[in-house]
């Protein structure tokens, strides 16, 4: 068992602190990762704040993760100390159900182990994730990550990134459609990207003026203001798709009008509470209202090398890791474009 330095939470209402974690020893099939850079999730801070339930404490958050590797098991094969690699949302799955063999590893019916805050297959070792100097994962969750890129900018794509380019090359998104994006933050702003990378007609969403600009800057090729009525009544029956980034509670009716017969709105965002849906809005132009989760690990690493080879990264802001419970607070204020992500080497 290795020592290292870490940063948790250990209760619901303090902030993260100074933590010293014992990761395993890598085994057989096992690689060993220093951590270099580790982007912060939403999802992070309602686990951090129980506020999903299930908790485990202490926790420490973090499924954003690149790094090198610091030490390989006997038998790995893919991987050798010094490579760039990355980990994201999930560290192991049951690897035989139907999902598994499928390279569905997201959706495993026996309970895939997240990064942290799960257990491992074992079901009884605890995960804790990326706000660490190091971590030990099974090689087959391990992703290759180029060094075309800035690593710093690359680390949320391990999550904001796969959650977004998951659902688009799902349902076939390409030149010739129209798609919307909902809210733009950490998701909504990758969507925007990949989107117009694969040739679509993107329109921003948004109930904020003041990102118009930003829209355009990250390749929107229209945006429009949802607080208008009369915007919205011109923008019915428009879109092929449209991708709800939004996990704060809003009427899905509103935007379900807007899409054309045939239409699909792909789910990302998970707001608080459950919300009414008419069977209207998906009768009477049968429209699909769907959701998507992060992408297996055969799609993710697809997803890293697209995105090498057409250059698209996560806008970020660095912070060291001290600094973590502020960038917290900014994120639930949308104080950040887009995506925070912390210098691990703050932490050594």
Known sequence: MTSVKAYAAHKSDKPLEPYQLTRREPGADDVEIKILYSGVCHSDIHTARNEWGGTMYPVVPGHEIVGKVSRVGANVSKFKVGDTVGVGCFVDSCGHCNNCKDHQEQYCENGHSQTYNSFEQDKKTITYGGYSTHIVVTQGFVLSVSDKLPLEKVAPLLCAGITTYSPLRHWGVKK???LAVVGLGGLGHMAVKLAAS??????????????????EELGAHHFALTTEKETMKDLANTFDFIIDTVSA??????YLALLRTNGVMILLGVPPTPSEVHAVQLIFGRRSLVGSLVGGIKET???LDYCAEHGITSDVEMISMDQINEAYE?????DVRYR???????LD
């Open 176 to 178: 010739g459609h129209k």
């Open 198 to 215: 694969m040739g679509a007609e993107v329109t921003m969403l948004s109930r904020s003026p003041g990102k118009a600009k930003d829209a």
């Open 249 to 254: 509670e809003h009427d899905y009716n509103e």
């Open 301 to 303: 690493q697809e997803m």
């Open 330 to 334: 900014r994120t639930l204020k949308g």
């Open 340 to 346: 925070f992500v912390i210098d691990m080497a703050t």
